[in-house]
């Protein structure tokens, strides 16, 4: 049976951290974007002045009030966008942004300097954004 598509080379992973990011210098997509993506969009936005001109004439010609306020809520999204949507996240009924306490003085020898080590890093990267 053939195959349809030509073989590819053989890529190496690119070399990670401990922490499972890129190394300096690595990448994850080393080749980028493959070119057909850029052709679909191209060809794609050729055609956004007739999608626009469609559904303008349904929302205003069509029978149907359904199809109307489907037209009208694309043509709404794609012109202001759509509106903002509020969240709320709870944790164990708690909101987030409460502080609450954890004892690390519980936590054994090898565990706290762990936690002292994740927190001492988390410290030194909020205050590199901050600055």
Not at 7 to 26: C, I, M, S
Request: hydrophobic share 40%.
């Amino acid at each position: 049976m053939p195959e349809s598509r030509p073989k590819q080379a053989l890529v190496h992973a690119p070399v990670r951290t401990g922490e499972g990011r890129f190394a300096p210098g690595q990448t994850g997509n080393a080749g980028g974007r493959p070119a057909i993506v850029a052709e679909v969009r191209e060809l794609a936005q050729s055609y956004c002045a007739d999608a626009i001109a469609t559904l303008h004439r349904l929302m205003t010609t069509s029978d149907d009030e359904r199809v109307q306020v489907a037209a009208a809520m694309a043509l709404l999204d794609r012109g202001i966008g759509r509106p903002v949507q509020a969240v709320q996240v709870t944790n164990n009924a708690t909101e987030v942004g409460e502080r609450e306490r954890l004892d690390l003085s519980k936590l054994p020898p090898d565990e706290f300097q762990q936690m002292r080590a994740l927190m001492m890093k988390c410290r030194a990267n909020s205050d590199q954004t901050t600055a």
